[in-house]
């Protein structure tokens, strides 16, 4: 790398040395021009003056004088332009022989080489891509800037003990993850066996447990005659929420079950979505039977949907809405706009 530099230092000398070379040949060319331009009018001063000389004396003295005076002269000029075209074949000279270093030099430098292909770009010679190549560049400055200020985030923020998931101080993530596992990993006989103990709690609503794959559950429950809904089960984890109203069902024309399609009653998509909220609310990967136990309760609350007024405001409908939202606690009733 630094003979390739070294190269390039000698081809730049060689090129500044063939500059001076070729500036010296053109003063040599005026230089001589000018002597040339010169020389005629003086010759011509002489033969005047000879031819004015001739007609007043016309001594043949005189004319010989002249003749040796003329040849003398000519003598001078020849030897000054030979000494002229002496300097100029030498500045040539020069030149020839600095060139012949510089194709030396050159020869011996490698392709230059590019560091990526934004270089590349650069040498386009497209007027089109000459932009681009500077738009890149800002845009560089710019991700790198941005790397630089979420680093400095990360930093703030990693200060900050505040977090949405309330983990116990001692407990490193690794036993968290076995324990989340443990969550999925409850024998299919303990489910139902929560299920059924639930089903006997709740009276006055139906819940029981379907495993049309295998593996997952999906809990159905009906609640009094207001609502169906289905939880879907990995182990005792909470994977998926829908409502329905109680004169929709769960099963498609096959008898299938089909988990996806929403209620067209836009109360139960609201409850729906309550109840999404709901399952992460009471997510605990740590106590999964008190998750569920604890959701289940909270949907209970759901069985005065359509007969108990919001707490708030006291209406029964609110944009023709009942109160779509229970407390997490209390399972009071609020329309959604009314919620504390
Ligand atoms: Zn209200």
Same mark, same amino acid.
């Given at each position: ?38 020389? #005629?009018?003086? *010759?011509?001063?002489?033969?005047? !003056?000879? /031819? ?57 430098? $490698? ?17 089109? +891509? ?11 400055? &710019?991700?790198? /800037? ?5 680093? !400095? ?46 089903? !006997? ?15 997952? $559950? ?5 609640? $009094? ?9 990995? $182990? ?23 988990? &996806? ?12 979505? +309550? ?7 009471? @997510?605990? #990967? ?11 309760? &909270?949907?209970?609350?759901? /069985? ?15 944009? +023709?809405?009942?109160?779509? &939202?229970?407390?997490? *606690?209390?399972?009071?009733? @609020?329309?959604?706009?009314?919620? #504390?």
């Amino acid at each position: 790398m630094s003979d390739q530099a070294d190269h390039i230092l000698q081809s730049i000398h060689l090129v500044q040395k063939l500059r001076s070379g070729v500036g010296q040949v053109f003063k040599d060319l005026s230089d001589g021009i000018s002597e040339y331009s010169e020389d #005629p009018q003086n *010759r011509d001063d002489t033969e005047n !003056q000879g /031819k004015a000389e001739g007609a007043s004396a016309s001594s043949k003295e005189s004319k010989s004088a002249q003749s040796s005076k003329e040849s003398g002269s000519d003598k001078a000029e020849d030897q000054k332009h030979r000494a002229i075209l002496k300097t100029l074949k030498k500045s040539l000279e020069t030149i020839s022989h600095d060139f012949s270093d510089l194709e030396k030099t050159g020869a011996s430098i $490698g392709p230059v080489q590019l560091f990526s292909n934004i270089d590349n770009l650069s040498l386009d010679p497209h007027d089109k +891509n000459a932009v681009m190549h500077s738009q890149l560049l800002q845009s560089y400055k &710019w991700t790198n /800037k941005m790397h630089e200020l979420a680093s !400095q985030a990360v930093s703030i923020l990693s200060q900050n003990t505040l977090k949405r998931t309330q983990v116990p101080k001692f407990t490193n993530a690794k036993k968290q993850k076995v324990n989340m596992l443990a969550a999925c990993q409850v024998p299919q006989a303990s489910v139902d066996q929560l299920i059924l103990q639930l089903d !006997q709690t709740y009276p006055d609503s139906s819940i029981s447990i379907h495993r049309p794959l295998g593996g997952c $559950g999906i809990m159905q429950i009906e609640l $009094g005659h207001t609502l169906r809904a289905v939880v879907v089960l990995r $182990g005792l984890m909470i994977e998926w929420v829908k409502v329905k109203g109680f004169g929709e069902s769960f099963k498609n024309e096959d008898g299938q079950f089909d988990i &996806w399609t929403a209620s067209r009653y836009q109360v139960f998509q609201k409850v729906t979505d +309550n109840a999404e909220a709901a399952s992460l609310r009471f @997510y605990a #990967p740590a106590m999964p039977q008190l998750a569920i136990k604890s959701f289940v309760l &909270w949907l209970n609350g759901y /069985k005065t949907l359509f007969s108990a007024p919001c707490v708030k405001c006291g209406k029964f409908l609110l944009n +023709n809405i009942p109160p779509t &939202w229970r407390d997490y *606690r209390s399972r009071e009733p @609020y329309h959604d706009v009314c919620r #504390p």
